[in-house]
């Protein structure tokens, strides 16, 4: 697990290190998953074909956004509503935490209302046992954000480990909170905001940047170089036009229950579009959902770059 780094040069790079040692339309595209592609069916030993192709030992991977990705709402809400609960935060705080909720879940995400609301958190557990807030936020877990989690993107996320790949949770909520989320699901990790510790307890500040827009491409590509993942045969996704970084890093990117933005950057790029909101259909850009999570994870993470494509 992730744990903060008291040392002023800790950074969510370093984070990445740490944690790396723990461990659209789809008509006319070819559906076979990533793996079966190195081998020729007429050839597959190189025979009759020229010389075989380097075997290589890069692996493809998924990356998920979570708040309104895999899940529908912010999770730093829910952590809010849970340490008021249990008495670590003033009640009074949680109407920030809910008008937040508001703007976030009916405005679209914004970069400085992240970067409030999270920050907000940060300090107001300021001195609060490291232990303590584990053990809260796997309450949290269980009790608020699992029955949150949306099913479609969750069987996205077991395709992809089906598939031998690795599945990675990227997010700006606390690594804590994100740690506990991936465990839940049997994904191989995750990446989040590291909050300062001390002496067992937090300090009230970060340790690097909120992980957050070109944060997550960094840390990703990070991630990457040190578990010889292959970006471009790799999968992310995202809600928000925020993520546009770590979404452009990868070679199959997929917009999920996206924002105004992100809708318009996907479908001039013609990048898959999955919208599983309530009292929404799904846009016409994205493969219906009873063909199956399966067909959506098997395109996305089959799919090669076409010249000429953005």
């Not at 937040?100 to 009916?106: E, G, I, N, V």
């Not at 992240?114 to 490291?130: I, P, R, W, Y």
């Not at 770059?305 to 953005?310: H, T, V």
Request: include cysteine; charge should be neutral; charged fraction near 25%.
């Amino acid at each position: 697990m992730l744990t903060a780094a008291p040392s002023p040069e800790g950074t969510l790079l370093e984070a990445a290190d740490r944690s790396a040692d723990h461990i659209g339309n789809d008509e006319g595209r070819d559906l076979t998953p990533a793996t079966e592609h190195s081998k020729d069916p007429a050839h597959p030993d190189g025979a009759g074909g020229g010389p075989a192709p380097a075997r290589t030992t890069a692996k493809a991977a998924a990356f998920f956004d979570v708040d309104n990705t895999l899940m529908y709402g912010a999770s730093i809400y829910w952590l809010g509503k849970g340490l008021v609960r249990h008495g670590v935060i003033p009640a009074r705080s949680i109407v920030q935490f809910t008008w937040k909720q508001l703007r976030y879940r009916f405005g679209g995400e914004h970069h400085g209302h992240m970067n409030t609301v999270k920050s907000a958190a940060l300090e107001l557990v300021a001195g609060s046992s490291v232990e303590r807030l584990k053990h809260i936020s796997a309450e949290i877990v269980d009790r608020d954000i699992t029955p949150r989690i949306l099913a479609p993107v969750r069987r996205l996320a077991d395709t992809h480990l089906d598939a031998g790949q690795e599945v990675w949770l990227v997010t700006a909520s606390p690594i804590e909170l994100a740690d506990i989320i991936a465990d839940r699901l049997g994904l191989t990790g995750a990446l989040g905001t590291i909050a300062e510790v001390e002496d067992g307890k937090y300090t009230g500040r970060l340790v690097g940047d909120l992980l957050h827009a070109d944060a997550k491409a960094d840390v990703v590509n990070h991630l990457a170089a040190q578990r010889s993942i292959d970006l471009e045969r790799s999968t992310a996704y995202s809600d928000s036009c925020n993520d546009l970084p770590m979404l452009s890093v990868v070679g199959q990117p997929v917009a999920v229950n996206p924002d105004r933005r992100l809708t318009g950057y996907a479908r001039r790029h013609n990048w898959p579009v999955l919208d599983f909101r309530n009292g929404r259909k799904l846009m016409r850009t994205a493969v219906p959902v009873a063909a199956g999570a399966a067909t959506v994870a098997a395109w996305a993470f089959s799919r090669r770059r076409r010249p000429g494509e953005g």
